[in-house]
């Protein structure tokens, strides 16, 4: 009577921990791992409050999916027991195969894997060593239920994923902007032709949320001296990379050494059990401890960038609609290879430039998405449905799927 | 040294009240009465925390006026003491004139007088009575004062007004998505070329501001429950000086009488000491008290309307794109005459379209405007100033002054 | 399908109304009267956002009762579909008999008849105009009900309604010293020996209910400036009966007419529906409105009292934990009669003094009390149960109920 | 114009930071370093929103003695400008010695230095560095300047780190009963004979604070989980020194190797620029990144507490007021002697008791502290000032610096 798992969060006050299978994921060690993966890698180093981790974003989604589950079946849409369990299971391991720094570092440790294809290669396991308890959530987290507005739920433009996640970002960093009003949002979902829609009357709620998402994007995912850590990172374990590629010493965590010295594809995981541990032992200490000690590494590129990174020297970045003049570019590069001693190569390590892009809205058909569907669809009293885009009367609505392109350009401080 | 005046807001904390002119007015009987009416009139009848007053408001305002000048000062703008008070006292007095349910009742308990003329009146007296301690506060209310950005942050399209009572109305009625980034706005503002400005890199915070602003005017004050709600209290009004008109007798108070039994034009009021002082009487408590009473007035009309108001049987209310069809209004405006046995003039205050619209962002050129700055600048860091319409890379941006119609009728509920 | 009822609610975001019976009450104009009555009365003189209204307070008390209903029944309680609307009824009513400004006039308008006697009379007459629909409610309201801890969550010492009130009042106010963990205390609930307990790990929560409870009370409800505004608005009341009880006319709104102008008994509100009913139109306005009026009566005491509320400038007040010497309160009386020509038995309305007490934690035994249980009882793991005042290591728990006892004096400004 | 420098706070908006000495520091990298150091060590795993860091906590603590400097100068305090800029950087470097994982690891990584020691010594090399520009700071830090009002801002029993840290941890662990009204607290702040008072009319909130801190302790700060994932954690680094001793190897990062191998006083920091050094470059990257590692090292107590702390698999563990029977003890003892084939001595690792204290209010008086102030004075308008165990009138407020002691128990999960 007394063991009620309840866990404190500050955002929602309190989230409740079925018993069963997934009070034993919560436990198992590749789920607690997510507590030492921050939500947003090195976006901390320009918003020190964000600091929050994977693991609470997920019981986060979580807590959002038992809220979203309660109303459709207020509204007479049927939900198993074992679809809601399977269904929350699917919400709670969709990122269990994230790696250190999550984004940041999502093609860097690892090439060619997405953290969605490495959660399917963790699900599998864990489906195993469950005999299979899993399969059901599964077969939602891969779309290949019938039931399509509970793939839709996990993940989907308007999925329990995105709205707490801008919701905990928005908390965590302080930019309050980006709140979007999930509460009321879930409170609109229905179910229509098999597929999620949101009622009509919560029409401004829906282009709240993707402004805030945009909103989210610029100021804060993308902002340019987040980039500019960002791409600090990467480039601090593609030196490593390099470094060991040609035979050089690198003071290594056991499990990031397996990854800096060989680099692997997905068959590899899908083969080897034990590779698939050395990655579930990797999280952002193996990465902050071995950079910090690299700062002394004798390599003058892997130490320096490890210096900027540690002691917060970013480099100095600009963001803008318009790409780069080839002559500003060059002017920079030769400015780097002078003050730096640099070669031809090595320069692009300090000097380099490139583009980011932020759909406010995709469209996506469903022949070009595996996991993702593509419309907020707009439930109208009369039964008639209609995507956003059409659905809204904001200016521009019908430019919502329009991308955005930005450009950028890093160089050391003070160069 | 204990005297320094404190007051409590649930959204900013503490709000400081400076000596001097300015405690003076705040004790004043006419600021005061400010705490009688409330901030959205009838709204808490949708949204029941809706209950908050001018007086709050201003006061919210104000404090927000004090960090504006605080942050401009910090960027090397010279604001005298002498500027500072006055262009507090501006922001004050700015709803001195708000008549009983605010906006609702603007054009009927007195026509032809905008709140605004009616602030400009009850300021001048003001300024009577404090020997003039008020001319150049109300040379910036007026926009007569070199010095342009004071008078836009009282009066433009990104004044405190609206920082506060979008924070404000936000807060009370619990609609987290009109949430506005006031203090982020507030640390980007900046004065160029003697204009009200803010910094490139607030640019999202602007764009988030406006569709806050567009999601309030959706959502609480042109939601069509609260539509309905605020022609039902027009009608009662309008009823009851029309059976005034026909030597009716009505239950008023002594100032509600006045208003009910003549029409009064701005000269009168710029004319008669006494009509000034009788109108700062009245408040909402003279509109609800007596409008209780006329639920059992001898006219049919009257008292059905006010019934209803009281007993919150709200018209029902349908708000749509398109102008509702002839023979859908006049198919209702039958059946109603039937029902409640009405002569073909009085059943419009059962049945009645009627049009609102909202411009999210509206340039607006000064020869058209007296009291209101056309636009929100945006100025970057090689100082070049551009249009929000033309800095936003937001889809639509162009758009923004695209004026949004919306079309609605009422009738009785259950016709 | 569209027509689950929801209503917005600034503290948790939104509370859902049950269809049926509850439906119809929140319908009902004694019900919709609640949103003309201010939860403090005039506390908003001090703390201008305590503008919230009973209206608001009750279904917020419902909604806490939902969700103490939900961690019950997760705890394997048994609560039957019937015993669930019965009690979210009882707590929904449990303020329905309050007049104009709540607590502030209780004595006033009416002699003799507490608020809660007033409720139960009205839920009577509801109970026959719904056919018996309550009866159950009643029973729970008035504990005639075996199901014990039923009756506490609507009155005890933990009660809903104190956990909607503080939490309320807390915001509106603006005092977040008064934060209270109801989410916390709420999922700590549970039924031991029939009685509502809560959980030894909760007692943090409680003592921290309890000090939030005594905080609100000096800081707020009894705060020397709420107390001064409070008296004024009695000694209004007492002054208008006074000259009415002397053939005096004043000005008033028929239903307040009839309460200045005859004292009734709690017999009398018993006997005649018609009385029910006139008690039923009285609200905030009626009282503000007339007073409003009095300003101008040419009763001296009654206008200038008036006058000082309506213009807000209240008795000078001390609060201090000794009586006041007889020879400090004969001196003011002297001044007060000289400066206002009063006579000895007027003066009272201008010099008085008084004293307030507040027990923090009130152990009520069984047969002291009708409606109020008077323990919070804690439950250890092993099944025991102790009281607060036993359980809480707290310095000075056991004096927990011990009464704090204030002295005020209240004379004019300036005196 | 552009320059200045803000901070998103997720609590307070924005943090202001000014230029000159004060920004030089933050950018210095053993100020950068406290961005590594969580602000409650192991607590996330109870709290998992409590990974905020020292970082985060420093900056808040200074924007809090910003306001106070403020109020302290509207209340006619004169405050100059030097000794703002110093008082503010005392109480940005009071907490720059901290090791990782703060308190938790105090007394392991480095035995017999308490933190304060450790930012005195890191204090005294900065201020050579930048060339005596903190000696202002150091001195106020110490409490050897005039002005004890300063030195009682930075650290008393209510100084702005504990208005920080008890705000701050409330919001991130989400236990909202900890929240104290630190602006309320800030706005009464005055001084009276040269010590910081608090006005009586802010005595609520101070016994709030006093309460609210109390919670904290019992709730989160000795929570019997966060006590036993804390002496998880001191165990695993006593068991690593002790094979170390034995001429164990064990996987290091290069810092932690020198103080996993070696035992320093208090006397080689002062005298070793390098030691300083290396401690500057350890956080709590190099304590769970090796912690990590020894989950497979040979020595078996060392993997197995390594691996129960990486997995959260914690000690379990009892807390309660009587100290726990020899009995009882021992009885574990055996059982996890045998279960786990330990030693005499080994077994200590896996079963233990120990107390904990905590005094809610804790009277120091002015011999027995360097840093602390003892008292919390209350300011009267009359001039006086007492004791808030005096002036308080909360029943037990004379106990308040009574000691509460509780005793824990802490044996293997499932033993």
Not at 28 to 40: A, G, K, T, V
Not at 166 to 183: H, S
Not at 272 to 292: A, G, P, Q, W
Not at 403 to 411: A, G, P
Request: overall charge positive; hydrophobic content about 40%; some cysteine.
């Amino acid at each position: 009577m007394f063991k009620k798992k309840i866990v404190n969060d500050p955002i929602y006050g309190f989230i409740t921990i079925p018993d069963g299978t997934i009070f034993k994921l919560i436990e198992h060690p590749w789920f607690q791992r997510l507590r030492r993966i921050q939500q947003l890698g090195v976006t901390h180093l320009v918003y020190p409050g964000a600091v929050h981790t994977r693991f609470h974003h997920t019981l986060g989604a979580m807590h959002l999916m038992h809220k979203a589950i309660e109303t459709l079946r207020s509204k007479g849409i049927e939900i198993t027991e074992k679809e809601e369990e399977s269904v929350k299971i699917a919400i709670l391991l969709h990122d269990i195969g994230h790696g250190p720094l999550s984004h940041n570092l999502e093609h860097s440790i690892v090439n060619n894997i997405s953290h969605e294809d490495m959660s399917s290669i963790f699900m599998e396991k864990l489906n195993k060593e469950l005999d299979g308890e899993l399969s059901l959530a599964i077969r939602i987290f891969r779309n290949k239920y019938p039931k399509k507005f509970l793939h839709q739920l996990v993940s989907s433009q308007l999925d329990v994923d995105r709205l707490d996640y801008l919701t905990r970002d928005t908390f965590f960093t302080g930019v309050t902007e980006g709140v979007v009003g999930y509460d009321r949002i879930i409170n609109m979902m229905n179910v229509a032709g098999g597929n999620l829609v949101v009622e009509a009357k919560g029409i401004y709620s829906i282009e709240k949320f993707i402004i805030a998402r945009r909103i989210m994007y610029w100021q804060v995912y993308l902002h340019k001296t987040v980039l500019s850590a960002m791409e600090l990172v990467i480039n601090i374990i593609n030196r490593a990379k390099e470094v060991a590629a040609n035979d050089g010493e690198l003071f290594c965590t056991p499990s990031l050494r397996v990854f800096i010295y060989n680099n692997f594809s997905k068959i590899d995981f899908e083969k080897s059990e034990e590779l698939v541990h050395t990655f579930s032992m990797l999280d952002d200490h193996d990465i902050m401890s071995c950079i910090k000690v690299w700062m002394s590494h004798p390599d003058y590129i892997l130490s320096t960038l490890s210096t900027w990174l540690i002691n917060r020297r970013l480099y100095s970045a600009r963001l803008q609609k318009e790409p780069f003049s080839e002559q500003k570019i060059k002017q920079l590069i030769k400015k780097a290879k002078i003050k730096y001693q640099l070669s031809d190569k090595d320069v692009s390590y300090f000097v380099f430039s490139g583009e980011v892009e932020n759909a406010i809205y995709k469209i996506v058909e469903p022949q070009q998405s595996k996991t993702t569907t593509g419309r907020i669809n707009i439930l109208y009293p009369d039964g008639k449905v209609a995507d956003i885009t059409k659905a809204s009367d904001y200016p521009g609505a019908g430019d919502l799927d329009r991308i955005t392109r930005k450009y950028f350009l890093c160089s050391p401080k003070g160069l």
